[in-house]
């Protein structure tokens, strides 16, 4: 029976980014379905009493050269941490579930995080996403109605407490067939094996 | 020019264990030197304002997950944390010192690893030191002795200092030429890339 991989990520999140430009493949490898939910990453790391590593002064410096290790090994260009970052991502998150809506939260994922992490723009910002939105062929406008109705927003909601629910204390979690976890883009591999 | 992995690890740290089985068949592999630094992970955290991620109760819970997954993965026989974990480590870390005077570092980390992590013993122990000692040719009587001597005392300050210093925030970590820094058992294929 063919096996459905949950990839809960955070437009803020790097390490989210770096399995972003993976799953797609991942998934064809091993015939199994995959289900985009972004999640807004401060409230899992509230609920499990968890904090991002980057308070770790030592933690935060040594992320970046962890990150171009990641980048050269995928074959990327160079991390380029918009100078906002940690970047408030309620809104690129709910527009994550407005664009899932039209078929088109691959194209609209890989849009913005392509802004942020390789040309360091800040996708908090309206003019940010309503150029992103237009360059996978969404109304920026309707767009943006759509993400403040209560509907997006309880969907958010419900996809952060899900994952939280079920134990979830960063980003990215992966989740096979419901109940096997994964932490991290680093367990991209486990992941596979699990979905074969 | 042959490259040295330093390997900086605590016999607390199961993802240090994990790294140990591996290490040695890596630098192999790349034709470099490998040295063994024990080090306390304890003041290690503290000096970097860290801490173990086992503070965080779903990350806990979780990390025997991925621990299982990676024995799966490495081939090795299932975790079985002792019951003190996380043990005092300061008694084992400085009687790797004294094996690595005798030329008996890897066979002694790999006997304590073995204890605590496939047979769930409390390495902080005189009686469980001893027996592991004995096992690979040391004289417990004699390596106590020299273990409670000020060089040695100084020697395991001075590992930890000395990754501290080059910012070192967990174990295991790994320098590759002295500042290639890489944490992590799962950065293991990266270091191996960087000593080839």
């Not at 955070?10 to 064809?28: F, G, H, I, K, R």
Request: hydrophobic residues 45%.
């Amino acid at each position: 029976m063919q096996k459905t991989l949950e990839f809960f990520f955070d437009y803020t999140s790097p390490y989210s980014y770096l399995a972003s430009t993976q799953v797609e493949a991942v998934c064809a490898r091993a015939g199994a379905k995959l289900s985009w939910r972004p999640f807004l990453l401060g409230a899992v790391f509230k609920s499990a009493g968890n904090a991002s590593p980057s308070v770790v002064p030592l933690k935060a410096r040594h992320m970046l050269k962890d990150l171009h290790d990641w980048t050269r090994h995928y074959g990327l260009p160079d991390i380029a941490l918009p100078p906002a970052f940690p970047m408030n991502s309620m809104k690129p998150d709910r527009l994550g579930l407005v664009a899932d809506e039209q078929g088109k939260i691959a194209a609209f994922t890989h849009a913005v995080y392509r802004a942020v992490f390789v040309l360091g723009r800040d996708a908090s910002e309206d003019e940010v996403l309503g150029a992103l939105l237009a360059e996978v062929g969404l109304d920026p406008m309707a767009a943006f109605a759509r993400a403040a109705s209560p509907e997006i927003k309880e969907k958010l909601r419900a996809n952060t407490d899900d994952a939280s629910r079920r134990g979830a204390f960063g980003a990215p979690t992966f989740f096979v067939d419901e109940t096997d976890m994964y932490v991290g883009n680093d367990r991209l591999a486990f992941v596979e094996r699990a979905l074969k």
